[in-house]
């Protein structure tokens, strides 16, 4: 006790302190429970009917929602969340409800459309739902609903009603009052068991400077509203715990920040020399050939007309190689660097299929390749129409040139809801498993005897993959019992 110099006074701060601060808690809390216990009530109720929306909303999306299995989920769904579900065609042929009688909830949700009684619009979400409270007079109570559409174009209505949220506030503030009362009388009676530990500060602060002098700065001295002798110490050794914390941290922060600026540029480094080595292997062999047959040219090698046109499609041949790989590094580059965007546009998607097979139409034929379109129909699609020129080119280049066995192409489209999947299958040979998880990454080639043999550069698969990442589209490939199937998707043009 003779730490303390001024007892009376700790004591009269300690009770003072503990009864006023219970006293202005239970008030605040009858305050806010009066003010926000509403509005509280609304939030928690919107995030529930939100989260039965999202959850049965991904149902639909699986095609479970109307199963039989999904019966008993669906009435536990409704039960859990104290909430009336209502699940309707465009016809109006009621496809799930949680009650015996959807005859009432149809009518409800006829008032909720036409905007009767609507009290107060509580949420929008475009084109999924619109969340309301709404003053029913045929129940006269009030209730908050959710109205909608699902993904798979059916409405929904989800309602819980509010009505006993008019009387819990007054009850609740009863028993804040009450508490109140209570919690004085015990704040009191506790008041004189804390005088005992009075002296409890100083072993607060013992505890802060033992972890201080162990670099340990998570513990802090608590200083308390009324400010003594013992408080003013806890505040200085607070205030050098949070300077040694802060210079130490910001050392460390230094050090992070330097060794993770070090990892970027060793990553930057490989990656450059990674890039040009790979480049540079593409372009050594073209230019090696249009070098060779350029000089046998001008040495007067050839003498007759026939070889030197042979020489003559060789450089050309060479020179088309090159050409494609720079213009394709080009636009992986701009798309890579986010220097590309997307010109959403609708578009007729089968257009540019033909295009492309008609430019192959003289390799298809000299190489007797089978070629077949499926489910070949006119289709409009929203998607940038030059990138899913480069992405539909690259699929039929690849399926040229790796076909094989039965020298067999086919084209297929297949609806999908509100997507278009486009798969393009060639005979031959199938994936390795363990190549299928490389084969969009730059430069990497699965045969690469082949690719050398008709020109890949091991990078066209890269391009389709940002090019797909870019419009957020799904993609990939599929090995066949007898070949190869890439495919992707596309977004469905409203004028479909």
Excluded at 94 to 111: F, G, I, N, P, T
Excluded at 205 to 222: Q, R, W
Aim: proline letters at 1%; charged letters at 25%; glycine letters at 4%.
């Amino acid at each position: 006790m003779k730490l303390i110099r001024k007892p009376s006074a700790i004591n009269r701060q300690i009770a003072g302190l503990i009864i006023d601060v219970i006293i202005l808690i239970l008030l605040l809390c009858c305050i806010f429970n009066s003010c926000f216990l509403g509005d509280f009530f609304i939030s928690q109720k919107t995030t529930a009917i939100e989260e039965v929306y999202d959850e049965l909303n991904k149902c639909a999306q699986k095609d479970t929602l109307y199963t039989a299995e999904y019966s008993s989920d669906f009435n536990e769904i409704s039960d859990y969340n104290d909430t009336a579900i209502l699940i309707l065609d465009e016809y109006s042929v009621v496809k799930r409800c949680s009650l015996s009688d959807a005859s009432s909830m149809k009518e409800q949700l006829a008032y909720c459309i036409n905007g009767a009684g609507q009290k107060d619009t509580v949420k929008i979400v475009p084109d999924k739902y619109k969340i309301i409270k709404l003053y029913y007079p045929k129940n006269d109570e009030d209730y908050l609903i959710l109205y909608g559409k699902l993904s798979d174009g059916n409405y929904i209505m989800i309602r819980v009603c509010i009505e006993g949220l008019k009387n819990a506030s007054g009850i609740a503030n009863k028993f804040m009052i009450n508490t109140a009362l209570f919690g004085v009388l015990i704040a009191t009676a506790l008041t004189y068991i804390i005088v005992v530990f009075i002296t409890k500060p100083i072993f607060e602060m013992i505890e802060v400077t033992e972890g201080i002098s162990k670099m340990d700065f998570t513990k802090k001295y608590k200083v308390k509203a009324y400010h003594n002798e013992i408080d003013e110490l806890g505040e200085h050794i607070n205030a050098m715990s949070a300077v040694l914390e802060e210079t130490i941290a910001q050392l460390k922060e230094a050090n992070e920040e330097m060794r993770h600026d070090i990892e970027i540029r060793e990553e930057t480094e490989n990656m450059r020399k990674e890039f040009i080595a790979n480049v540079s292997h593409e372009l050594k062999t073209p230019i090696a050939l249009i070098q060779g047959y350029a000089e046998g040219l001008q040495e007067g090698i050839m003498d007759d007309e026939n070889s030197r046109k042979i020489y003559l499609d060789v450089i050309i041949d060479e020179s088309n190689k090159m050409n494609r790989l720079v213009r394709e590094m080009l636009v992986l580059n701009q798309l890579e660097a986010g220097q590309m965007e997307a010109d959403w546009d609708s578009f007729n998607v089968t257009d540019i299929v033909h295009g492309v097979l008609e430019s192959n139409r003289l390799y298809l034929e000299a190489q007797n390749i089978v070629f077949s379109f499926i489910n070949e129909m006119d289709v409009m699609v929203k998607a940038d129409e030059f990138l899913v020129e480069q992405v539909v080119t690259n699929f039929i280049s690849n399926a040229i040139h790796y076909v094989m066995n039965e020298n067999e192409i086919t084209v297929k489209y297949e609806l999908k809801k509100k997507k278009l999947r486009i798969s393009v299958y060639n005979s031959g040979n199938r994936i390795p498993k363990k190549d299928i998880s490389f084969i969009w990454d730059k430069f990497y080639k699965v045969d690469k005897a082949r690719s050398r043999e008709y020109g890949g550069s091991g990078i066209g698969l890269s391009v389709v993959k940002a090019v797909m990442e870019l419009l957020g589209e799904n993609y990939g490939v599929v090995n066949r019992q007898r070949g190869v199937e890439f495919w992707f998707e596309l977004a469905l043009s409203e004028d479909t």
